[in-house]
């Protein structure tokens, strides 16, 4: 059946007059600050102690507003006749956010989970070339980062915490089969009192 003429133009006048006969709502920002998603693309927050400076997020960035600056150390042999090794130490970690897409793709291609999603928004500048913010600011941001979302009851148990859960009940179980080997080896030579003898006629 082919349609009405002008039924779309009554449906759309139909949602101005919905909207016409609604309140409207102001929101007092920045008196009131709003309710974002909890998935909310602000700012991206450093866990410094994760990075190992392997560059992967600087490589993957398309856009190359990550900077990274590192210096390596010799870390001493940890037992004697070992060998020493060297490792990356972090010496400057920032984001230029006037370039910055919000694609996401550094937070995901961190192996080590060392970059995460904050919902803060409040960074405007009056200068362009403040938008460059260190590890320092980074590091601030860090701790608005929200908790994870709990995980479906019903959900298959992640591999991880199954393997860890199957150690743990391994590790159990051998200890107490030592401890019951311990027990039959070494058994309680504490005899009970024996009764005492009769007393002879007085």
Not at 47 to 52: A, H, Q, S
Not at 64 to 84: L, Q
Not at 169 to 181: I, L, R
């Given at each position: 059946?082919?349609?009405?003429?002008?039924?779309?133009?009554?449906?759309?006048?139909?949602?101005?007059?919905?909207?016409?006969?609604?309140?409207?709502?102001?929101?007092?920002?920045?008196?009131?600050?709003?309710?974002?998603?909890?998935?909310?693309?602000?700012?991206?927050?450093?866990?410094?102690?994760?990075?190992?400076?392997?560059?992967?997020?600087?490589?993957?960035?398309?856009?190359?507003?990550?900077?990274?600056?590192?210096?390596?150390?010799?870390?001493?042999?940890?037992?004697?006749?070992?060998?020493?090794?060297?490792r990356n130490v972090l010496d400057r970690?920032?984001?230029?956010?006037?370039?910055?897409?919000?694609?996401?793709?550094?937070?995901?291609?961190?192996?080590?989970?060392?970059?995460?999603?904050?919902?803060?928004?409040?960074?405007?500048?009056?200068?362009?070339?403040?938008?460059?913010?260190?590890?320092?600011?980074?590091?601030?941001?860090?701790?608005?980062?929200?908790?994870?979302?709990?995980?479906?009851?019903?959900?298959?148990?992640?591999?991880?915490?199954?393997?860890?859960?199957?150690?743990?009940?391994?590790?159990?179980?051998?200890?107490?089969?030592?401890?019951?080997?311990?027990?039959?080896?070494?058994?309680?030579?504490?005899?009970?009192?024996?009764?005492?003898?009769?007393?002879?006629?007085?």
């Amino acid at each position: 059946m082919p349609p009405i003429p002008g039924s779309g133009l009554a449906k759309g006048l139909a949602v101005t007059l919905r909207t016409m006969t609604k309140r409207s709502h102001t929101a007092q920002y920045p008196e009131v600050q709003p309710e974002l998603p909890p998935r909310s693309r602000g700012v991206i927050g450093l866990f410094e102690e994760n990075c190992t400076v392997c560059m992967l997020c600087a490589r993957e960035c398309p856009d190359w507003c990550i900077y990274i600056d590192s210096h390596k150390e010799t870390v001493p042999a940890a037992a004697p006749g070992g060998r020493e090794r060297s490792r990356n130490v972090l010496d400057r970690f920032a984001i230029d956010f006037s370039l910055c897409m919000y694609c996401g793709i550094c937070i995901e291609v961190c192996p080590f989970d060392a970059l995460f999603w904050s919902p803060e928004f409040e960074y405007a500048e009056t200068d362009i070339h403040e938008l460059t913010h260190e590890r320092d600011k980074l590091r601030e941001w860090m701790w608005t980062v929200p908790a994870p979302p709990a995980l479906d009851p019903a959900a298959e148990e992640p591999k991880e915490i199954a393997a860890a859960r199957k150690a743990v009940e391994k590790a159990e179980t051998a200890a107490a089969a030592a401890a019951a080997a311990a027990a039959e080896v070494n058994p309680d030579t504490t005899a009970p009192d024996s009764d005492p003898a009769p007393e002879g006629d007085a």
